[in-house]
C-alpha cells in the first residue's frame, strides 16, 4: 500500500485519462508527455530544450500538445540514419 504524504498527490495514468489528455489539455506534465511519447523520463528530459521546446510557469516544466505531435511527427518522417545493414 502506496502512503501519500498530506499535501501531495499521486499520479497516475488510467486508459481513460491517458486518452483524454491530448485533447483536453494544453499543457502536458513530464509524466504525461513521456507516456504520450512512449518514453521514458531521462529520455525525455534530455529531449527538453534540445529537440523539443518546454513551457515554464514558475517552477513547472510543462511541453505543449502540439509540439509532442511535431515531435513524433519530425521522428516519423525524418530521414533514415546511415547504418549497418540499410542499403
Known amino acids: ?3 501519500v504524504k498530506p499535501g501531495y498527490r499521486r499520479f497516475s495514468l488510467t486508459p481513460d485519462t491517458v486518452w ?3 485533447m483536453d489539455k494544453l499543457l502536458l506534465t513530464i ?3 513521456c507516456h504520450v511519447l ?3 523520463r531521462s529520455h525525455l ?3 527538453l530544450g534540445k529537440q523539443l521546446p518546454v513551457v515554464r510557469i514558475g517552477r513547472s516544466v510543462r511541453v505543449h500538445t502540439d509540439d509532442v505531435r ?3 511527427q519530425e521522428q516519423r518522417l525524418g530521414p533514415p540514419r546511415a547504418g549497418k545493414g540499410r542499403d
Do not use: N, S, T
Request: hydrophobic content about 50%.
Open 1 to 3: 500500500m502506496m502512503v
Open 20 to 22: 483524454r489528455y491530448p
Open 31 to 33: 509524466p504525461e508527455a
Open 38 to 40: 512512449g518514453i521514458g
Open 45 to 47: 528530459y534530455a529531449l
Open 70 to 72: 511535431r515531435f513524433a
